[in-house]
């Protein structure tokens, strides 16, 4: 059993007595894959497996992300059948022993259960939660054929095998790792369902919000197009155009006060300013930095990106120079720019370096 948490603690203690009796017949254990919450999670189950060698805590320290958290949590044992259920007692745990019965009695890569077959109920959803439900359940089905009824649920049972086979073609970013599952397997892959009643949830509240959203479309993205363009680059490109629009509103707006190059200054600052911070709150949410670490980024970021800016001035001249229509040359300089930021901000603003893991990002 994998149990991804984030602030869970009186959740997961639940959880885990409710997961023992419903599991008494059966052989198992428990992995809590917790992000090093604030409430002391990782503390309180540490408490019971002290005295429980069944359960274990796997806590990541400066990392975030569901999906991520399962996929370490399940490579992490060498159980045969291997089930993710969220903590706050939403998803219905009675339902396992029936999952994993039809598991193996069918022969079947994956179990997964569902809110939208006969049986089944989302009910506890509010009633703009269960709209984007469907919303991201009809994106989905662009990515994947497999027919899921419910692909956005996080409550499943895998076969180790099946998930060595796809493992390595997760893209683990975001909320939706069954999605992930299935959309990243070469082979159509035999999938079950059963129905279930989506809970209320007992304590605490949900930590979807609107990156999460975004984060989902960046799994499709992924799915659809990952093998040509890195979706970090996308969301990096999608930042960039936002940019563009700012150093032009500032630009129009200082111009009313000030000189050309004055004004080209101002807007060109606080351009890159709003890239980085978008950029630290989107393209690297998983790694973003805060306190004095985003201080020194955005230095960082200030120095990559006027040699971005450089690089895409002597790229455009030299085309139109060699006979480039203005719109093509302009268009090459900035390409050529944005892979030169995108790759040395990946680099060097955001990625951790040795050593520096304990204080260099993220909560
Ligand atoms: N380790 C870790 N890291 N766990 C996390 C993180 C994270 O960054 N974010 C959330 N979790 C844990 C929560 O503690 C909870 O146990 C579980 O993941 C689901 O998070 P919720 O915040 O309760 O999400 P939800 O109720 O909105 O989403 C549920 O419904 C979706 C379908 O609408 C989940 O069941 C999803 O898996 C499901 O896809
Ligand atoms: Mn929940």
Not at 154 to 167: A, H, N, P, Q
Request: some cysteine.
């Amino acid at each position: 059993m994998i149990v991804p948490t984030f602030d869970e603690r009186e959740n997961a203690v639940e959880l885990i007595r409710r997961l023992h009796a419903v599991l008494q017949e059966i052989d198992h254990e428990i992995i809590v894959v917790d992000d090093d919450s604030p409430d002391g999670t990782a503390n309180a189950v540490r408490d019971i497996a002290r005295n429980d060698t069944r359960v274990r805590v796997l806590q990541r320290v400066g990392r975030r992300g569901l999906a991520s958290a399962c996929i370490e949590g399940m490579m992490a044992t060498a159980a045969p059948s291997i089930a993710v259920i969220d903590a706050d007692l939403q998803h219905d745990e009675r339902l396992l022993p029936a999952m994993l019965a039809k598991l193996k009695s069918e022969n079947l890569d994956l179990v997964a259960g569902t809110r939208h077959a006969e049986g089944g109920s989302a009910a506890a959803l509010t009633e703009r939660r269960a709209s984007l439900s469907n919303l991201g359940k009809r994106l989905s089905r662009i990515v994947s054929h497999a027919d899921l009824s419910d692909p956005m649920s996080g409550f499943f049972i895998v076969d180790r095998r099946y998930l060595d086979e796809v493992v390595r073609s997760l893209s683990g970013s975001g909320f939706k790792i069954l999605l992930d599952l299935v959309a990243s397997s070469r082979r159509a892959p035999r999938i079950g369902e059963l129905p279930y009643e989506f809970r209320p949830r007992l304590h605490g509240e949900s930590k979807l919000d609107v990156v999460v959203g975004l984060e989902y479309l960046q799994l499709l993205a992924d799915k659809l197009i990952g093998d040509v363009i890195p979706p970090r680059f996308v969301l990096f490109a999608l930042v960039g155009g936002s940019g563009v629009l700012l150093h032009l509103l500032v630009l129009y707006a200082t111009l009313q006060w000030t000189t050309f190059p004055t004004a080209q200054l101002i807007a060109t600052v606080v351009g890159m300013t709003s890239n980085f911070f978008l950029n630290n709150l989107f393209t690297w949410r998983d790694h973003r930095l805060r306190g004095r670490a985003a201080f020194i980024g955005l230095l960082k970021f200030y120095a990559a990106c006027s040699i971005g800016a450089f690089l895409n001035l002597r790229v455009a001249t030299f085309a139109v120079q060699h006979g480039a229509a203005w719109y093509v040359a302009g268009f090459a300089g900035l390409v050529i720019g944005s892979i030169w930021n995108f790759a040395v901000t990946a680099t060097t603003t955001w990625k951790r370096r040795r050593g520096r893991y304990w204080n260099a990002d993220v909560k």
